[in-house]
């Protein structure tokens, strides 16, 4: 049983490309999950593993199982980060995408500012 149950399609979804992540996959899905709770809005959090070879697969896996917003698309071996990019849109249900790499490079918490753009009416939000 998941801790969050499938609920309304999400308004918002998040796309982030996985690679040989599992040090930082815990920390970004706590920070995600409070960035986007903050949203108010429905949403889903899209990860492509582009053929990782270390746990980043099996520590994704657990966080759908446990999380029904999560969601995994699995690549067979590394296509790069532009076609795990655009498998995730292509899977993305939310009337947004969110695209961030999943290194915090850029921190999630930006992404609040990002969806308060478009909520004004920005159809494009680039940070």
């Known amino acids: 049983m998941s801790v969050h149950e499938a609920g309304p399609r999400p308004t918002l979804s998040l796309v982030i490309p996985i690679w040989n992540e ?15 709770d903050q949203t108010g809005s429905p949403w889903e959090l899209i990860t492509v593993n ?18 029904a917003r999560v969601k995994v698309l699995d690549f067979s071996r590394n296509f790069g980060h532009q076609i795990a990019i655009t498998a995730g849109l292509d899977f993305a249900d939310g009337d947004a995408v969110i695209v ?28």
């Open 22 to 36: 599992e040090g930082v996959i815990p920390e970004l899905y706590r920070r995600v999950c409070n960035v986007m």
């Open 50 to 67: 582009d053929g990782s070879t270390d746990r980043s697969l099996a520590m994704l896996l657990e966080l759908q199982e446990r999380d």
């Open 100 to 127: 961030m790499d999943a290194d915090l490079q850029d921190p999630p918490e930006v992404i609040l500012d990002m969806v308060a753009h478009w909520r004004e009416g920005y159809e494009v939000v680039y940070a």
